[in-house]
C-alpha cells in the first residue's frame, strides 16, 4: 500500500488502478480465447484439453504470483483466501454469469473424469485445512506433507490430460488463424490478464485496506475477485462465442490448478515462508468458507452429471448461493 499521501489522492490513484486493470483483463480475455481456440484447431487438440490447461494456468497465473508473494510476507489468510474465494467465484459467480448467456453443455468426458477430479481435489483440501474439525485444540493449517499429498493427486490429474492429448483429435473443420498468430495472440492475452489482475488487485486491496476491513475478508472478496477476473471474462467471452469446452474446462481447470500449484507447489517448497517452515496457518476462516467451497463443488458435479448441461436456471442457483455467501462475509467481516 502506498504510504505518505493524502487518502483523497490514494482514492484516485487506486480506482484508476482498478479501471485499468478491468480494461486489461477484458481485452486480454477477448485475445487470449481466440489464440488459445485457434492453438487447439491448427493442432487438432480437444477444446476442453486447451482449456483444461493453457487457459486454465494462464488464468491461474495471477493467483500464483499472489501465492509467492504472500507466503513469504508471512500472510497466510491472503494465500487461503485467496485460493478458497477464487474456487468458490469461479463456480458461483463465473459460472452462474455463463449459464446466464446460454445453457452450458457438459460432455460425457467432463462430467465422468474432470468434474469427480476437481471434486476430488476440492475434497482433500476442505480435509486438509479442517483440523479443528477433528480435533478441538488443533489449529487449522495446511503442512508441507499434506501439500505433498495436494500435489500427488494432481499428478494424476496431469497424467489424465497427457493421456487425453495422445487419444483424442479435435474433428471440426472450423477455419482458424494461422499458428504463429494464434501463439501472438496467446501470450499478449496471458500478459494482458496478469497485468490487469495485478492492478485491480492493487487498486482493490489499497481500497479495502483504506476501509480498514479485516485481512480474510479481503482476501476472500477482493483479492480473490481480482485474481478470478481473468476467469469470469474468459469464460464470458468463451459462452458468448459458442466455446463451450473452453468456458467449462477453464474454470473446473482453474479451480484444480487452484489447489495443486497455487496452494500446493509454494507450501510444499517453502512451507510457510520466512515466517513459519512448516506449513500455513488458516486462522482467520470460518467453517462456513469451506462448506460453501464444498457445497459449490458439489454442486457443480450434480448439475453437470444430471443431464449433462448447466441451464439458466441452475446458473441462478449459483448466483443467488453466491449473493447470500458473500452479502454475509461482507456484513461479518465490516463488523471484525
Given at each position: 500500500m502506498l504510504t505518505g499521501l493524502p487518502i483523497s489522492l490514494l482514492i484516485v490513484i487506486y480506482i484508476i488502478a482498478l479501471i485499468a486493470g478491468f480494461l486489461l483483463l477484458i481485452k486480454g480475455a477477448d485475445i487470449f480465447v481466440e489464440g488459445a481456440s485457434s492453438i487447439a484447431g491448427n493442432l487438432k487438440v480437444p477444446k476442453m484439453l486447451i482449456g483444461l490447461t493453457i487457459v486454465a494456468f494462464g488464468t491461474s497465473a495471477p493467483e500464483f504470483a499472489v501465492s509467492i508473494s504472500s507466503i513469504f510476507a508471512g500472510k497466510g489468510d491472503i494465500v487461503l483466501g485467496n485460493v478458497i474465494g477464487s474456487n468458490i467465484l469461479n463456480i458461483l459467480l463465473i459460472l452462474g454469469c455463463a449459464a446466464?448467456?446460454?445453457?452450458?453443455?457438459?460432455?460425457?468426458?467432463?462430467?465422468?473424469?474432470?468434474?469427480?477430479?476437481?471434486?476430488?481435489?476440492?475434497?482433500?483440501?476442505?480435509?486438509?485445512?479442517?483440523?479443528?474439525?477433528?480435533?478441538?485444540?488443533?489449529?487449522?493449517?495446511?503442512?508441507?506433507?499434506?501439500?505433498?499429498?495436494?500435489?500427488?493427486?494432481?499428478?494424476?490429474?496431469?497424467?489424465?490430460?497427457?493421456?487425453?492429448?495422445?487419444?483424442?483429435?479435435?474433428?471440426?473443420?472450423?477455419?482458424?488463424?494461422?499458428?504463429?498468430?494464434?501463439?501472438?495472440?496467446?501470450?499478449?492475452?496471458?500478459?494482458?490478464?496478469?497485468?490487469?489482475?495485478?492492478?485491480?488487485?492493487?487498486?482493490?486491496?489499497?481500497?479495502?485496506?483504506?476501509?480498514?476491513?479485516?485481512?480474510?475478508?479481503?482476501?476472500?472478496?477482493?483479492?480473490?475477485?481480482?485474481?478470478?477476473?481473468?476467469?469470469?471474462?474468459?469464460?464470458?467471452?468463451?459462452?458468448?462465442?459458442?466455446?463451450?469446452?473452453?468456458?467449462?474446462?477453464?474454470?473446473?481447470?482453474?479451480?484444480?490448478?487452484n489447489i495443486g500449484v497455487v496452494l500446493g507447489i509454494p507450501i510444499a517448497i517453502f512451507g510457510g515462508g520466512s515466517v513459519n517452515h512448516v506449513g500455513i496457518a488458516a486462522t482467520g476462516f470460518e467453517w462456513y468458507d469451506i462448506a460453501v467451497m464444498l457445497l459449490s463443488a458439489i454442486l457443480l458435479f450434480i448439475f453437470g452429471a444430471n443431464d449433462r448441461q448447466i441451464s439458466k436456471k441452475e446458473g441462478i442457483v449459483f448466483l443467488v448461493l453466491f449473493v447470500v455467501y458473500y452479502a454475509y462475509v461482507i456484513v461479518t467481516g465490516i463488523n471484525v
Open positions: 446466464m448467456v446460454h445453457t452450458l453443455k457438459v460432455k460425457p468426458n467432463t462430467s465422468s473424469k474432470e468434474l469427480p477430479m476437481m471434486l476430488l481435489m476440492t475434497t482433500i483440501l476442505a480435509v486438509t485445512i479442517g483440523d479443528h474439525l477433528f480435533d478441538p485444540t488443533a489449529t487449522n493449517m495446511i503442512t508441507r506433507g499434506e501439500a505433498i499429498v495436494i500435489l500427488l493427486f494432481f499428478s494424476v490429474f496431469l497424467y489424465y490430460l497427457f493421456g487425453m492429448a495422445r487419444g483424442e483429435k479435435d474433428k471440426s473443420k472450423d477455419k482458424y488463424m494461422p499458428m504463429n498468430k494464434a501463439i501472438i495472440y496467446t501470450v499478449l492475452g496471458i500478459i494482458g490478464i496478469v497485468a490487469g489482475s495485478q492492478f485491480a488487485v492493487n487498486g482493490a486491496s489499497g481500497l479495502a485496506q483504506l476501509a480498514h476491513v479485516s485481512e480474510a475478508m479481503i482476501a476472500l472478496t477482493i483479492v480473490a475477485l481480482g485474481t478470478s477476473l481473468p476467469e469470469l471474462v474468459t469464460s464470458v467471452m468463451a459462452t458468448r462465442k459458442g466455446e463451450y469446452d473452453l468456458a467449462i474446462g477453464n474454470v473446473i481447470g482453474s479451480n484444480i490448478f
